[in-house]
């Protein structure tokens, strides 16, 4: 009996655990990712294909910066007008010097963007990115804006808008 119930309150301690080391943390709902160019010949498990200037171009399916590494946003529209969007990022520390590195080996090669999983925009590399900002020019709506305002600050706020 003592031994059932033991197991008992492990398998549930268990079950548990995951729920107890998450509380606290908000899950995002909005995802961003900017994927660096590579070769179509690297493994095909790891890239994926997007048409650009009528190429096909390979990107690493891992991303290089995501939704974890930024600090705060700010949108504008963007020169496509309509319900067209861009929006500025800044990066943490970490992400910062991450970005700058990628941007220096990387010259010459494409940047793309992706928010929810949506292909936004793609920027050609052309020398470093030292202050820790990354842009999307055009392609995010008003409802990605929306979205990142529920998980992000706006550039100069200190706290996420409820």
């Keep these: 009996m003592q031994t059932r119930r033991a197991a008992l309150l492990t398998m549930l301690g268990l079950a548990l655990?995951?729920?107890v080391f998450a509380?606290?943390?908000k899950?995002?709902?909005?995802?961003?990712?900017f994927h660096i160019e590579t070769e179509a010949t690297d493994n095909p498990k790891m890239i994926f294909g997007q048409?650009?200037?009528g190429k096909t171009r390979y990107f690493r399916r891992m991303p290089e910066i995501t939704t974890k590494d930024v600090?705060?946003?700010?949108p504008f529209p963007s020169d496509a007008g309509g319900d067209d969007y861009g929006m500025v990022f800044i990066l943490?520390?970490?992400?910062?010097k991450r970005l700058a590195a990628i941007t220096n080996i990387?010259?010459?090669k494409w940047l793309l963007a992706q928010i929810n999983g949506r292909v936004v925009d793609g920027v050609l590399i052309d020398k470093p990115v030292n202050d820790g900002r990354i842009v999307i020019w055009?392609?995010?709506t008003l409802a990605d804006v929306t979205i990142f305002d529920g998980d992000l600050p706006r550039i100069g706020q200190q706290k996420k808008q409820k």
């Design 17 to 19: 655990s995951p729920a």
């Design 23 to 25: 509380s606290g943390k």
């Design 27 to 33: 899950e995002m709902k909005a995802t961003l990712s």
């Design 51 to 53: 048409m650009a200037y």
């Design 71 to 74: 600090v705060s946003f700010s």
């Design 92 to 96: 943490k520390e970490n992400a910062a």
């Design 106 to 108: 990387n010259q010459g």
């Design 138 to 140: 055009k392609g995010a």
